[in-house]
């Protein structure tokens, strides 16, 4: 079956870093790739849509200059998280999707990303 | 707008028994449901999805939904319950033209022996 993985899936790192996360879809190429957040005992949080080839789309309340998302091919898609401070530590989650598919989205198993 | 309900923070089952977690949903136009199970520090796995046909869908590891149109219910099922089962558990909804996904609350499923 279709494989998202995500790398790193555990990261700490000090307040000021800026961190990056990458998403590759290992047996299919998606077009689509989201990113989503988890806060502890808590729902997702869709934080963007990736496409690639064009600029993210980020939902309300999102800072894009704080969370960069590339989308650089089909079976790439990196957030980076910059400046990093400790408010920003959390289960970053992303998923993919084939185009032209309504299979459903496939996730990677998540970054826990804590700043100390 | 588009949403999705799961009333129960918790369920608690005995190994054995039937399971149920609820799920509502609230949309304009033809829903597309899903269920998706998450396992401590791990991403969501699929378990099924309903988009049109039949209105009990059968699913991954024996789990089943049963999609209500007329109550705007899509609950979760499966007849024996195994301690294994015990996570945590989130009903969604696609966003039709966008293929975003609106995530419930989430209900962790407890299976006590």
């Known amino acids: 079956g279709a494989v998202v993985s995500q790398h790193p899936s555990w990261v700490i790192c000090k307040s000021g870093t800026s961190v990056k996360i990458e998403c590759r879809s290992l047996?299919?190429?998606?077009?689509?790739m989201f990113w989503y957040r988890q806060f502890p005992k808590q729902s997702l949080m869709l934080m963007a849509t990736?496409?690639?080839?064009?600029?993210?789309?980020?939902e309300q309340g999102v800072e894009k200059d704080k969370f960069l998302i590339n989308h650089a091919s089909l079976t790439l898609s990196t957030l980076t998280v910059t400046s990093a401070h400790p408010e920003d530590s959390s289960f970053y989650i992303c998923?993919?999707?084939?185009?032209?598919?309504?299979?459903?989205?496939?996730f990677g198993d998540g970054t826990r990303l804590s700043i100390l | 707008a588009q949403s999705v309900a799961q009333p129960e923070d918790q369920v608690n089952v005995a190994e054995g028994n039937p399971l149920t977690v609820k799920c509502t949903y609230s949309?304009?136009?033809?829903?597309?449901l899903f269920w998706y199970v998450q396992y401590p520090n791990r991403g969501l796995q699929f378990l099924l999805k309903?988009?049109?046909?039949?209105?009990l869908v059968k699913g991954s590891y024996g789990f089943e939904a049963e999609f209500n149109k007329s109550q705007t219910s899509f609950h979760l099922k499966k007849p024996s319950a195994l301690v294994s089962d015990s996570a945590l558990y989130f009903c969604?909804?696609?966003?039709?033209?966008?293929?975003?996904?609106?995530f419930g609350s989430g209900t962790r499923l407890l299976v006590r022996p």
């Open positions: 998923s993919a999707r084939m185009e032209y598919s309504n299979q459903p989205q496939h």
């Open positions: 047996d299919f190429q998606a077009t689509t």
């Open positions: 990736s496409n690639e080839g064009s600029k993210a789309t980020y």
């Open positions: 949309v304009s136009g033809n829903p597309y």
């Open positions: 309903y988009i049109t046909g039949d209105n």
């Open positions: 969604a909804v696609r966003m039709d033209s966008s293929y975003k996904l609106i």
